[in-house]
């Protein structure tokens, strides 16, 4: 079936919302402190968020000094990581008795790939979400100009983390991590296209978006820009309301 049209795919969206009665969280709010949006990013991959990503979460943050808050920088996280060089190998000691989390991406620990993704922005100066937040922003996308204009911290992301062939690029993170990166970090104008995400779109007899096709993610964060303009909200904020909808109904489903 070929792909429908933006306007389409708004029609759906707005026929989802009203149908599903999706409410905003007006209690949402993110982690304070880089380092916690960093880990929650790169251990959501492929990884139930409840069950797995917050224990996880919340044992880290139970180390000495590493509690979540907003002077908790980049290299407090890396000097503790190299502080248990146990074995020879720091990220799996790290993941085995510190975060109890093995679980890996593109066969290195996550918590490997988490570290390069804090030094990537110690490389540039920046050593809290504070910090990152304050670099210039980009326009932020419409009904009519969903992309909007990337801001500095969008294109070091998407142009230099993930982009394969990039000298910068990190293995293991990928456009969906990159724009989850970017939500984590405060900018509110992103859309995770991960598999809840595309369940709201995939409907017997109207689509099925192919997961991470660049045309089909573009037309879905389009959707989701525009209807969020239109429920004065932003997109990060109703990608999260339409992912715990999903969650749930997910849930139920599995008894």
Request: include cysteine.
């Amino acid at each position: 079936m070929n792909a429908p049209s933006r306007s389409e795919l708004i029609k759906h969206l707005q026929i989802y919302v009203k149908q599903h009665k999706i409410q905003i969280d007006s209690e949402f709010q993110g982690w304070e402190s880089g380092v916690h949006a960093v880990l929650d990013c790169v251990f959501s991959s492929m990884a139930d968020y409840k069950t797995t990503v917050l224990p996880t979460l919340k044992r880290f943050g139970e180390q000495p000094g590493m509690q979540d808050n907003p002077k908790l920088e980049f290299s407090h996280f890396i000097a503790d990581v190299d502080k248990y060089n146990v074995d020879g190998n720091k990220f799996v000691f790290y993941a085995r008795e510190i975060m109890k989390n093995e679980q890996e991406i593109s066969g290195r620990t996550k918590v490997e790939v988490a570290y390069e993704v804090c030094k990537f922005f110690i490389d540039r100066g920046h050593e809290t979400k504070a910090s990152l937040k304050a670099l210039p922003r980009g326009q932020p996308g419409t009904c009519e100009t969903p992309p909007g204009e990337p801001g500095e911290l969008e294109c070091w992301v998407m142009e230099e983390m993930i982009k394969p062939g990039s000298a910068h690029k990190i293995r293991g993170m990928g456009p969906a991590l990159g724009a989850y990166l970017l939500m984590n970090l405060g900018d509110e104008e992103h859309v995770k296209v991960d598999t809840m995400i595309q369940r709201v779109f995939t409907k017997p007899d109207f689509w099925k978006p192919r997961a991470g096709h660049p045309v089909d993610d573009k037309l879905i964060r389009d959707a989701v820009t525009c209807v969020a303009r239109q429920m004065n909200t932003t997109p990060l904020r109703l990608d999260n309301a339409l992912w715990r909808h999903e969650s749930n109904v997910a849930r139920e489903r599995k008894g």
